[in-house]
Nanobody, 128 residues
């Protein structure tokens, strides 16, 4: 079973930047498709970004395109979410997610049920 641990959340002002990280353990990171989701109070969890096992395929929610960047370092078993130009509506608990895939499945998905392992989440608060 893959364990995921997020870090990097915090309180920032609108327009600022944050970089989240997620370290995976208990599996082969190079076989993991990774994703970031978020959940704001009173709202359902939503897709933010995803990256294929090789890093060659990326996907973003329309609301974060051009502001957020997902990346991975397979040597460090870590996936990152760099968030720039943060807005108050970006405030949420951010979750890292993973799915074990075959080597030929080097593509991304934005479907929550496609991910089988989840972190505990890290809080991002953006003040206006």
């Amino acid at each position: 079973q893959v364990q995921l641990a997020e870090a990097g959340g915090g309180l920032v002002q609108a327009g600022a930047s944050l970089k989240l990280s997620c370290v995976a353990s208990g599996g082969t990171f190079g076989n993991l498709r990774m994703g970031w989701f978020r959940q704001a109070p009173g709202k359902e969890r939503e897709f933010v970004a995803a990256i294929s096992w090789s890093g060659s395929s990326l996907d973003y929610a329309d609301s974060v395109k051009g502001r957020f960047t997902i990346s991975r370092d397979n040597r460090k078993n870590t996936v990152y979410l760099e968030m720039n130009s943060l807005k108050p509506e970006d405030a949420a608990v951010y979750y890292c997610a993973a799915a074990t895939v075959d080597y030929w499945a080097d593509y991304v998905t934005n479907i929550e049920s496609d991910f089988t392992s989840w972190g505990q989440g890290t809080q991002v608060t953006v003040s206006a």
